[in-house]
Every structure is written in structure tokens, then in C-alpha cells.
């Protein structure tokens, strides 16, 4: 049996951020929390977010920019715990932002500022935090969660599943959460990889000696868009536009990027009129990178002077720039994704709470969780919003 310093009111699995924002909220509570994390730091992902410097939300944050079996989940903790309460947090801990484009909000000196600040938070809340703990066993008998870690057993009667999903290995994600959720009969949607740069194969490997160049496009998967750079590698697409589509791409479905968002229809026959003698890689050149430019043109393979190609050719092209498809091979899977799409089941818990609905006292939150945000900060409030809600409710 726990020794009686072992008995808790909750224990959290995993010290990200959705751990530490549910443990501090429930401890600020007077609820006597432990959280426990196999690595040897607190908020692992939050220290490499963002390039060091942590995209700690967005302005704009709302239900429909995030992915989930079940779109209605996130709205309750989204409303509940919104961007301007998480930046409240952030100025009352004197932590210098800034906004950079499309709502993100970073912090202006390092990312460390929020794991402090979140860890102080935890102190303020007498929350007991164990690192570099691994669990060997969970088990659940007469209302209460037993965890074995380390040389150590601690119980309680409430379990948070905090552990995140298997993205971005190398700081030590793994697949915990899904196996401690079936453990408890939760259903899992399928976990892939989501905000992940793409692979291509075939003839799009043409691109490969792009490998750097990045360009303002378009990208479209279905009825879904978005308006920020692609950049080419040797392994085929990435950039802020296809981490952004990778979410909603699934195998054998195409993407298309409009590589020149801002013009016209018939801008490629209005510089015929204008510049008869210019030819296609000569006008490319003047909207994009020369050698996606030079690329693009010897595809389109129109070639000599614009006055000597057909109208109807050049709208052609025109068409097929703002509508360049590719049919990615896969992605380049957890080891680059930032997030993890899919998870443990919405239809187990409450949107309210988190609580698992047969399962009294199991809560999970943040990634772990199938729901998934935009790049962009949304996923950090997901963590905020969600380890709040469970916070609240423990």
C-alpha cells in the first residue's frame, strides 16, 4: 500500500502543458495533486515551440479551426478558458509578447518564461511534481487509481491522462495515453501525424532540386484553404501552407497550390499584351522565385515568345498555376510532425469536465485527446482551456 505522504487527491500523468495548467488550476483549488513525467523537465514541448520563443496562443482561436471525429467537443473548455485569460496569466507573471502575423502571440524572450511561470503557478498550488519518473503500472480498485513509479506508489481517486500523443519522439512522446485509455476500455480515433511536411514521389520529384525555395501560395485540399508559404525540400513540400493542408490530407488524395494568389485569371494574356516579346519564364520570374520560376515554365512547356503562344494556351497555364496539383506519397510521420491527429475518443468524455463517462474519476486532456488545432498557437490553447476544465472539475 501508498505510504500516507503518497496519498492524493488527483495525480496527472505527463507535466506539458495541459498537466501543468490542470495540476495548478486543481492545487489553487486545495486539491492535493502529483504529477508525474518520465523526463528529466517539465514542458518539454513548450521549450522547442515556436523556435525557442513559444506560440503560446492565438487571437483567433475558435472551434472551427481545430479537427476533431466529434467538431462540437472543444467549444465548452474553448469558451471557458479563452486567449485573453491564458495572456492575462502570461502579463501577471510580467512575461514580455508580442503578435506576429495571422494571431499568433509569442513570447519576446524565451519559451522557458511559460514553463516557469506555469511551474510557479503548480508551487502556488503546493502541486508535488515528479520528473524523470517512468510508470511501470496503473491499476484501479475500489474507487481509487494506484500508480507505480519509479521506486515509488502513489494513489488517489481521480487519474488525469495528460501524457500527450507519440509527435516529435525525440523529446520523448510516445503512445502512453492510448494504451493506459484502452487499458480502461476508451475508444481510440486513429492517430497520425498532423501539421507534418508531405512527401512526393514520381514526377513531382522534379521539385526536389528546389530543395529551399519558399514561396506565398495557396494550398487547397477539398473545401479547405490556406493562404501562407510552401517551402520545397528534398523530400517534397513543407512550410507553414502544407503543415497547415497536411492535417486534412489523408492517403491517395491530392493537394493543389495556387502559386500566384494575387493575380488576376488573365494575367498571363494581359502580359502577352504587354510584354509580346517576354516569354513564360521571363514573367514567372517577376512573381516568384527564378528557379521555381524557370521550373514551373519548363512543365508548362509553352515555349518562346508570349506574342506567338495562343490566347487559350496561356489561359490554360494560367489555370494550372493557380491549381498545380501534387498527390503526395505520405508525410514525413511523427519524428517531423508538430501535433498528433486522432487520439482518445471525444464520444468517452465530457466536454464539460473531461472526465471519462464510464470510467468515474479518469480524466484526459490536451493532446492525448482528439482534438486537434491549426499551427499556430491553437493546439497550446486546447492544452490551456482542456487541463483548466479538468482543473476545475477534479
Known amino acids: 500500500m501508498p505510504a500516507p505522504s503518497d496519498l492524493y487527491d488527483a495525480i496527472v500523468l505527463g507535466a506539458g502543458g495541459a498537466g501543468l495548467m490542470c495540476a495548478a488550476t486543481a492545487g489553487q483549488r486545495g486539491k492535493r495533486i502529483l504529477v508525474i513525467d518520465h523526463a528529466d523537465e517539465a514542458g518539454k514541448k513548450i521549450l522547442i515551440s515556436g523556435g525557442g520563443r513559444c506560440n503560446f496562443t492565438n487571437i483567433h482561436t475558435a472551434p472551427d479551426r481545430y479537427l476533431s471525429a466529434n467538431p462540437h467537443f472543444a467549444k465548452s473548455a474553448l469558451g471557458r478558458y479563452t486567449p485573453q485569460d491564458f495572456l492575462a496569466l502570461v502579463e501577471r507573471h510580467g512575461i514580455a509578447w508580442h503578435e506576429k502575423t ?10 522557458r518564461q511559460i514553463v516557469a511561470m506555469l511551474l510557479a ?5 503546493g502541486v508535488t511534481i515528479r520528473l524523470s519518473h517512468s510508470i511501470s503500472a496503473v491499476t484501479h480498485a475500489d474507487g481509487r487509481f494506484t500508480v507505480t513509479h519509479g521506486d515509488r506508489i502513489a494513489s488517489a481517486p481521480v487519474l488525469v491522462i495528460a501524457t500527450g500523443g507519440p509527435a516529435i519522439p525525440k523529446i520523448g512522446a510516445t503512445g502512453f495515453a492510448y494504451d493506459l485509455a484502452r487499458q480502461f476500455g476508451l475508444k481510440i480515433v486513429e492517430p497520425r501525424p498532423a501539421l507534418v511536411p508531405l512527401t512526393l514521389g514520381g514526377e513531382d520529384l522534379l521539385f526536389r532540386s528546389l530543395s529551399g525555395v519558399s514561396t506565398p501560395v495557396i494550398a487547397r485540399h477539398g473545401k479547405t484553404a490556406f493562404r501562407e508559404a510552401a517551402l520545397l525540400t528534398h523530400r517534397g513540400l513543407s512550410g507553414p501552407a502544407i503543415l497547415q493542408i497536411s492535417s486534412y490530407w489523408r492517403h491517395g488524395g491530392s493537394i493543389s497550390l495556387d502559386f500566384l494568389p494575387d493575380a488576376a485569371s488573365n494575367w ?3 502580359a502577352k499584351r504587354a510584354k509580346p ?3 513564360i519564364a521571363a514573367v514567372l520570374r517577376t512573381h516568384l522565385p527564378d528557379r521555381l520560376a524557370d521550373a514551373l515554365a519548363e512543365r508548362l512547356a509553352l515555349s518562346g515568345d508570349l506574342g506567338n503562344i495562343l490566347d487559350r494556351k496561356l489561359e490554360e497555364a494560367a489555370r494550372r498555376l493557380a491549381a498545380w496539383s501534387f498527390t503526395p506519397n505520405g508525410t514525413e510521420g511523427f519524428a517531423k510532425a508538430e501535433v498528433t491527429i486522432g487520439g482518445i475518443s471525444t464520444a468517452e468524455l465530457s466536454s464539460q469536465t473531461m472526465e471519462a463517462r464510464r470510467v468515474p474519476g479518469l480524466y484526459a486532456i490536451g493532446e492525448a485527446v482528439d482534438v486537434t488545432g491549426w499551427l499556430g498557437g491553437y493546439n497550446f490553447q486546447w492544452a490551456w482551456a482542456s487541463g483548466w ?5 477534479l
Open 277 to 279: 516579346r517576354a516569354s
Open 102 to 111: 495571422l494571431g499568433q502571440l509569442f513570447c519576446d524572450q524565451s519559451a
Open 389 to 393: 476544465a479538468a482543473g476545475q472539475a
Open 121 to 125: 503557478e503548480c508551487e502556488a498550488g
Open 268 to 270: 498571363l494574356t494581359e
